[in-house]
């Protein structure tokens, strides 16, 4: 069982450049999200997904945008990449559950450089 | 808005002791969910253990135990007989348990060393 699966685990851009952070999940979880993590700081949420074709802004979207046109796929877009984007981005997922206790599962990570 | 904070940055334990990292958050709701998370340096986030609200009982997972109190808003991890594995970054989430909403809340984390 993969669980959820983020490619590339490392990318270095230039200013400017544009770039699609991949995220797979093989659970068939409805809820998907995009988190960053700056160097000592815990996640802010970016994006997050409740199922096909329903996103919805997180604490920090701008400079992002997203899709999700599968149940499996949430693919995160960066339109004009800026040197406050680097970061290390994690996708989770996880189900709905009985009124949210279930955990998120999380990606491994891509550690993202804009220079 | 609901807030997580963990004040401790570092913590250090030694092998086989025992070792409690704090965690304090802020909600005006009575129902929501409160969850560890451990990141070694590979970097995965891994769910060590999870409270419901309106269980006054602590949760427990093998070595891992919490001090749940609702009314001064504090979730502590207890971690027994430490582990080299153990080290890691540990993340204290928030979750509410309205309906309709998807997010977490999570404070800025505790690097836990385990000293041989």
């Known amino acids: 069982n993969a669980g959820v699966t983020q490619t590339p685990k490392f990318r270095i851009l230039k200013i400017g450049q544009s770039m699609t952070l991949q995220c797979t999940q093989d659970m068939n979880h409805n809820y998907m999200y995009w988190y960053r993590q700056d160097p000592g700081m815990g996640l802010k949420l970016i994006y997050y997904s409740v199922g096909a074709g329903i996103t919805d802004k997180g604490e920090v979207p701008n400079g992002y945008n997203v899709s999700r046109s599968t149940t499996e796929d949430f693919p995160l877009r960066l339109e004009l990449a800026a040197p406050s984007q680097t970061s290390v981005y994690f996708c989770?997922?996880?189900?709905?559950?009985?009124?949210?206790?279930?955990?998120?599962?999380f990606g491994d990570g891509t550690r993202l450089s804009i220079l | 808005a609901q807030t997580v904070t963990q004040s401790q940055p570092e913590m250090s334990v030694q092998e086989a002791e025992t070792v409690t990292l704090s965690c304090t958050y802020d909600?005006?709701?009575?129902?929501?969910?409160l969850f560890w998370y451990k990141q070694p340096p590979s970097r995965q986030m891994i769910l060590v253990i999870r409270q419901e609200a309106y269980k006054q009982q602590n949760a427990t997972e093998n070595r891992f135990s919490v001090n749940f109190q609702k009314a001064a808003k504090s979730f502590s991890l207890k971690i027994s007989d430490s582990q080299l594995g153990d080290a890691a970054m540990y993340f204290c989430?928030?979750?509410?348990?309205?309906?309709?909403?998807?997010?977490?809340?999570f404070g800025t984390g505790t690097r836990l060393k385990v000293l041989a």
């Open positions: 909600t005006s709701e009575s129902d929501y969910y």
């Open positions: 989430a928030y979750r509410s348990a309205t309906s309709g909403t998807y997010k977490y809340i």
């Open positions: 989770a997922s996880s189900e709905p559950g009985t009124g949210g206790n279930q955990p998120q599962h």
